[in-house]
């Protein structure tokens, strides 16, 4: 099993451009989440999903957009991008949400200049 | 509101033990986790704490006070490889995890 794989790990974008950052799983979880890690901060959920074709905001949703259509793949879209993004990017999973232990991605370092 | 206070820092010599304290006031509560994470990694996780009490785990043990909304993550025999920061988390009522800001620990020869 390959886990959580996350897909780039570093890139950089130029402030309004457009980007989407890779997740996949095959654990079979039906959990999936997006967090951003900023320094000196926890880790802040950016979107979440239960299972394919649900998806729902978590603290800092602005600025980016999520899809589930297969419970494998959990893209995240960031439109028009601004220097408030530049941040590390992690991709998580678990089987349920409920007191359960989180696979995380090895994580994307996004710097928008 | 919700929060989670760490100390931001700690120093340790190799061998020795050190324990990490983490306070959290949230809404509602379903368990606290403990997770490591090297520099430029990924989290991985230690333990989770949903009872009170002590959870021993090899090297690693986890302390759990409900009633005082209180944790510890406990560290024996340090090694340099435990050089790292240290992740407290709680799980609230909707079972959404708040994230503490974490705890760099240096180990010193």
């Known amino acids: 099993n390959a886990g959580v794989t996350q897909t780039p790990k570093f890139r950089i974008l130029k402030i309004g451009q457009s980007m989407t950052l890779q997740c996949a799983q095959d654990?079979?979880?039906?959990?999936m989440y997006w967090y951003r890690q900023d320094p000196g901060m926890g880790l802040k959920l950016i979107y979440y999903s239960v299972g394919a074709g649900i998806t729902d905001k978590g603290e800092v949703p602005n600025g980016y957009n999520v899809s589930r259509s297969t419970t494998e793949d959990f893209p995240l879209r960031l439109e028009l991008a601004a220097p408030s993004q530049t941040s590390v990017y992690f991709c998580?999973?678990?089987?349920?949400?409920?007191?359960?232990?989180?696979?995380f991605g090895s994580g994307t370092q996004l710097s928008v200049l | 509101g919700q929060n989670i206070d760490q100390p931001t820092e700690m120093t340790a010599t190799e061998g020795a033990i050190v324990q990490i304290n983490c306070t959290y006031q949230t809404s509602g509560f379903n368990g606290l986790f403990w997770y490591q994470q090297h520099a430029g990694e990924a989290p991985t996780f230690l333990s989770y704490n949903v009872l009170d009490g002590l959870e021993e785990k090899g090297r690693f043990s986890s302390f759990l006070s409900r009633s005082k909304g209180y944790s510890y993550l406990l560290l024996k025999e340090l090694q340099m490889k435990d050089s790292a920061s240290y992740l407290c988390a709680t799980m609230d009522s909707n079972y959404q995890l708040i994230w503490g800001a974490g705890t760099k620990l240096i180990i010193k020869p």
């Open positions: 998580a999973s678990s089987f349920t949400g409920e007191g359960e232990k989180l696979f």
């Open positions: 654990m079979n979880h039906n959990y």
